[in-house]
């Protein structure tokens, strides 16, 4: 196997595992175990709007869908990274550990730099829908050189 292939492989692998991932927080944890209302509230005492648990609800199911699928999972991947950001924000005063009380900032912030990383490195393979290449990595090779 060439490393371009191991490259594809290893992106579909980071972009269902990331899907998965948006799918268990979104269904999983704030439609059934807080509900969308208890989210809204836990939005609101962080002191932000109560209706944008809901739309974090939908992008996060939604895309959770596309990056699993890969569909335009490049893009989904820098969509979603700001949600991610928020939640860093939103554990920061707990400390780093997300196993102490009220979760830790450590893992919302390495998934915000798992999504920046999905969409530097694209979709895998088996993406349904691949995204389009970045026009400015069109061409150019960073392999290193031989001294």
Do not use: C
């Amino acid at each position: 196997m060439t490393q371009h292939q191991l490259t594809e492989i290893a992106s579909f692998l980071l972009r269902v595992a990331l899907g998965a991932m948006f799918l268990a927080h979104s269904v999983l944890l704030k439609f059934y175990v807080y509900t969308l209302p208890g989210t809204a509230k836990f939005f609101e005492g962080i002191g932000l709007p109560g209706w944008g648990a809901y739309a974090v609800f939908v992008a996060e199911a939604i895309g959770g869908v596309l990056l699993v699928l890969g569909i335009k999972a490049r893009w989904v991947a820098l969509a979603l990274a700001p949600i991610l950001a928020g939640a860093t924000w939103s554990h920061w005063s707990n400390g780093w550990v997300f196993s102490g009380a009220n979760g830790g900032w450590e893992y919302p912030l390495y998934l915000t730099l798992l999504a920046i990383v999905q969409f530097i490195l694209g979709d895998g393979a088996y993406a349904l829908s691949p995204s389009r290449s970045l026009p400015f990595l069109q061409g150019k090779s960073f392999a290193p050189r031989n001294a």
